[in-house]
């Protein structure tokens, strides 16, 4: 029996998310292209996918991923039962990651820095709460790094 994990997680995330990750998704994307729209001086609708070249810049990615984390673990913090039904931190950290990543992705238009957001995402999860599991399941919050940010990842 193992309900954590990152195979567990692919498997069963569209399963037992309920609403929640569609609760992630928007604000994700509401926070993202306000962050946008603040850059660069326009209206929310005509900032999405906007942020590109010399714009887009880590420090801007960093305030977007941390503003929607920060708002995806504060709603696992108030609300328990919002935690009850995302049983184990690897369905909580993966819902938060998406939120992170619909947020870039929204800003931005563009895949890598949205795969970034993700491993960023599982950076400050870990910050903020702890690691995932235990017994070697817990390799969610690690195996994004390495291929992110490092030049000509694979």
């Given at each position: 029996y193992m309900s954590g994990g990152v195979g567990f997680t692919q498997y069963?995330?569209?399963?037992y998310t309920d609403n929640i990750l569609e609760?992630?998704?928007y604000k994700g994307c509401e926070i993202g292209l306000d962050y946008a729209s603040r850059e660069l001086g326009v209206s929310p609708q005509e900032a999405m996918g906007?942020?590109?070249?010399?714009?887009?810049?880590?420090?801007?990615?960093?305030?977007?991923?941390?503003?929607?984390?920060?708002y995806c673990l504060t709603q696992y913090e108030a609300y328990p039962?919002?935690?009850?039904?995302?049983f184990g931190?690897?369905?909580?950290?993966c819902c938060a990651a998406a939120g992170c990543g619909s947020a870039?992705?929204?800003?931005?238009?563009?895949?890598?820095?949205?795969?970034?957001?993700w491993s960023?995402?599982?950076?400050?999860?870990?910050?903020?709460?702890?690691?995932?599991?235990?017994y070697g399941y817990?390799?969610?919050d690690q195996c994004k790094a390495a291929c992110s940010y490092s030049y000509q990842s694979d």
């Amino acid at each position: 029996y193992m309900s954590g994990g990152v195979g567990f997680t692919q498997y069963a995330s569209a399963t037992y998310t309920d609403n929640i990750l569609e609760d992630f998704c928007y604000k994700g994307c509401e926070i993202g292209l306000d962050y946008a729209s603040r850059e660069l001086g326009v209206s929310p609708q005509e900032a999405m996918g906007k942020i590109k070249g010399d714009k887009l810049t880590m420090e801007i990615l960093e305030k977007i991923i941390r503003a929607e984390n920060d708002y995806c673990l504060t709603q696992y913090e108030a609300y328990p039962t919002v935690a009850e039904s995302h049983f184990g931190g690897s369905v909580r950290a993966c819902c938060a990651a998406a939120g992170c990543g619909s947020a870039v992705a929204c800003a931005t238009g563009l895949a890598q820095p949205t795969l970034s957001a993700w491993s960023l995402s599982q950076l400050g999860h870990y910050e903020r709460v702890g690691r995932l599991g235990f017994y070697g399941y817990d390799l969610q919050d690690q195996c994004k790094a390495a291929c992110s940010y490092s030049y000509q990842s694979d």
